[in-house]
């Protein structure tokens, strides 16, 4: 009999974390799996956790790593706090900096590897100019400095338009071609099921306040390492943009992922897992040599 | 854009009844030019009604897609490069041009992404 027919429970646990964000109390929803060096995966603009759901369940990875997500407030299964619907939705840096210190705090995680997508990918870069001892390493997919607007945002949030498939049919484009069917749904499925408005805000970091191009040369590598993976399909940080984020960021490590888009861990997760497992080896690999 | 791929669009997408029914709420004429071969596409409750090939006097459309035929050549094929792959990866990249009321186009942009697919050859499984 075919095992994979079988009613089936994934390793993955999840849980409500209750905690202060922004001053206020916030219901945070945390999923985890695996044991080691804790792993924290910093979800895409407009999507949530799932977006991790491949890494959560390979069992080579979750041998050496305690894999952890979280949704940001407003996304997933995260309660947005009380009195969002008073006021504009728009993350900046300092707030998306600060949440993800008090979750990393809140979990009692010691120098995790922090890695992030898109938005997620961005923040690492303010993470490592910011607190690089706080992280054993830091991991930028699709990372940019900036993106420049390429499209009117309002189309993303406005009554007369659904928001759910306007901001699918935004994102459609930058998975890759060949990502598998399944997988390429699903990160749409994702987007479909976002809240009014909160695409939107994630991108007022992405594009208007988190304009990092003064500042990245300031990253020191030394105090904490910075990876990088893009994918070539990417038209939101394109290969140009992360590979102007090398030159820039002495002792940083671009790898071009081939085929893939902007959504590496959903939309194609095992040909991602084959550019992220060499990446994690370099890092052990490394912390070994400074003896951490 | 080889005009044998438009010509056939009409057949392809008014055959595939998903997609006709994504589009059960659209109702619109748009034009496509490819350098300066123009067409005016009208579609009705997801179903192209017709498509007129330039050139034309007085055009009356509701946004304009404009692209060099290089353009829409690389986008046209099985396997796309990157910036070729998209619509709005050409809009990025600034060698398709949108103009006039985005709205219809935005609001069925799914819908739209797969008609534009249907330029494409046809996947043959042997």
Redesign the interface.
Known sequence: MNPTTQPYFEPVTGRYLHLELLGQMHRIYVEEAGEGTPLLCLHTAGSDTRQYRALLNDPALLAKYRVITFDLPRHGKSSPGAGWHKFEYKLTSRDYVDIICAVTDALALEKPIVMGCSIGGRIVLNLALECPERFGALIGLQSGAHVHP???LQ?LHRP???GG??C???V???IG??APETDRWETLWHYMQGGPGVFKGDLYFYKIDGDLRQKVSQIDTRRCPLYLLTG??D??CTPEDSLELERLIPGSHLTLMEGIGHFPMSEDPERFLSYLRPVLEQIESSKVARND | MADPNIQQLAERVNSDAWLVHRGRYLDVRFLVASGTDQYVIEIHKGRIDSIEHGPFVMPRWTFAMKAEPDVWEKFCVSHPAPRFHDLMALIRFKTLLLEGDQHPFMANLLYFKDVFACLRPLEISL
Request: glycine share 14%; aromatic share 24%.
């Open positions: 390429y499209y009117d189309w007369d338009v659904q498939e306007t699918a049919g935004i459609s484009g930058l071609p060949g070539e399909y038209y939101s």
